[in-house]
């Protein structure tokens, strides 16, 4: 058996005093087991806290459901694209709103007799887009075009329009009343000015490019002020940000 001493004393007053006692060998001590009393704190403190990580778990789960459920209404509340278009594609084919769910869209109403503002803003709408295909990591955009002036914008007009821009640029027209459902749809403003002597005439129209989820709903717009490196970055983080919304 190991003894241990103790020297406790004053030092400068000579005084010293000694002390032994029994002391177990320290492997001894080092290689005991824990006891049962041990092992169940151990067995409960690991119950406790996977229950509270399994409550934090359904809580937050319950709190994203929550948010989302929100977000739709949100959404559906500001009452842009609820409705459900059918017009006519460049080559002459029906397409309805429901042929791009599942795609984010980058959408703008214009016309093709449009001297400058249009070209300018498909230009600019294209741009992102070929800029965010080359970030393999994202999905691709599909660029619409619908016109607002029905009267000159039929199929081929578009087809040869829509060459000049992007080669997955979609156009759309339709009858007249059928563009106008689309544009209320969208709160656009349209409204053909006076005919000159050579029967051209310039259409007035709402100037917004509109991104729409691949739920098929509105979710941001890109004005004139907005360049094309903004709505890359915009259409980037919402893409990156996107969750699937359960309308129910």
């Known amino acids: 058996m190991l003894v241990s001493r103790c020297i406790v004393g004053n030092v400068r007053g000579g005084l010293l005093k000694t002390c032994a006692h029994p002391q177990r060998p320290l492997h001894r001590l080092l290689s005991r087991a824990p006891g049962p009393a041990l092992r169940t704190r151990v067995a409960g403190s690991l119950l406790v806290g996977g229950g509270l990580l399994a409550a934090w778990w359904w809580v937050d789960s319950e709190k994203r459901q929550q948010q989302r459920r929100r977000r739709v209404e949100q959404l559906k509340q500001v009452s842009l694209g609820q409705g459900t278009f059918s017009l006519l594609d460049h080559g002459g084919r029906r397409r309805t709103k429901a042929d791009f769910l599942g795609r984010w869209v980058l959408l703008y109403f214009g016309f093709t007799h449009c001297p400058d503002i249009c070209p300018e803003e498909l230009d600019k709408l294209c741009g992102a887009v070929a800029a965010l295909e080359r970030d393999a990591t994202l999905p691709p955009v599909q660029p619409l075009f619908v016109t607002v002036d029905p009267e000159r914008d039929d199929p081929p007009a578009l087809a040869r329009y829509v060459r000049d821009f992007h080669p997955r640029l979609i156009g759309l027209t339709g009858t007249p009343e059928e563009v106008k ?41 890109y004005n004139r002020m907005k360049d094309q490196d903004q709505i890359v970055d915009s259409v980037r983080n919402h893409i990156k940000n996107y969750e699937p919304l359960d309308p129910d």
């Open 181 to 221: 459902r689309a544009g209320r749809d969208y709160r656009v403003y349209a409204s053909a000015g006076p005919k000159d002597e050579d029967g051209d005439y310039i259409v007035d129209h709402t100037i917004l490019i509109y991104l729409i989820s691949p739920d098929g709903l509105f979710l941001d717009y």
